[in-house]
């Protein structure tokens, strides 16, 4: 059972409009998400995440967006730049203090950014 | 560049033998975790170590154990390999005592023959 999903396996956006990556998840215990990046041959690479008590959080062009009520959360880079393209993970966890639980990833989207 | 070492990048092997995976985490962290990472499969928790102490585990198998050593270094030991466990096996590091994201390698590809 699939307790993070990302619906899209991936998404093609024209260079300089916004992207936007999506994730669902059902386990109403995660109090905490992340978004992190992947180039191919390397590790995940830590982006953004944000706590239950927000709903909006900015860094840059990358603004991660949660609604609890529709237990969703969205990713939006803008402007989308060439270097974005990349597989984007979504990542929830429960409890408190260095993730004792372990993320739940859903299974990304591969992000192509076209010239 | 993570600070998360993992070594080797490539393993092949045969069905039925065993492998040793081995991870240094960043300078200062105290929580090491395992990820494995199959073909059109998320990141999938296999388990955590913190300064030494089994903290959490996931979906790891029988077959596969891990630990991490007083130098806080981790190995994770995979035996009776199967076809099926051929993947990506990730290491990460964090923190502990205040949230924070976890780092990792670059991970260790794994194939079975």
């Known amino acids: 059972d699939q307790q993070v999903k990302q619906n899209s396996p991936s998404l093609s956006v024209q260079e300089g409009r916004i992207s936007i990556l999506n994730c669902d998840y059902t386990?109403?215990?995660?109090?905490?998400f992340l978004w992190y990046k992947k180039y191919p041959a390397e590790g995940p690479t830590f982006l953004i995440s944000i706590s239950s008590i927000k709903d909006k959080n900015e860094d840059g062009r990358f603004t991660v967006f949660l609604n609890k009520s529709a237990k969703h959360l969205s990713l939006h880079i803008v402007p989308s730049q060439p270097g974005d393209s990349a597989v984007y993970f979504c990542?929830?966890?429960?409890?408190?203090?260095?993730?004792?639980?372990?993320?739940?990833f859903g299974k990304g989207t591969h992000l192509i950014i076209q010239p | 560049d993570s600070g998360v070492t993992q070594t080797p990048k490539h393993l092949i092997t045969a069905t039925g033998q065993r492998v040793t995976l081995r991870c240094s985490p960043r300078s200062g962290d105290l929580s090491v975790y395992w990820y494995q990472q199959s073909l059109d499969q998320g990141l999938q928790f296999l388990i955590q170590y913190y300064n030494g102490e089994e903290r959490a585990k996931g979906n790891i198998l029988e077959r596969f154990s891990a630990q991490q050593f007083p130098d806080l270094h981790s190995e994770l030991n995979l035996s009776s390999l199967e076809l099926g466990d051929s993947a990506l096996y990730f290491c990460?590091?964090?923190?502990?005592?205040?949230?924070?994201?976890?780092?990792f390698g670059n991970g260790t590809r794994l194939t079975v023959t």
């Open positions: 990460a590091s964090s923190v502990e005592g205040e949230w924070s994201p976890l780092h």
């Open positions: 386990n109403s215990m995660f109090d905490y």
């Open positions: 990542a929830a966890t429960s409890g408190t203090g260095g993730g004792a639980d372990g993320l739940t």
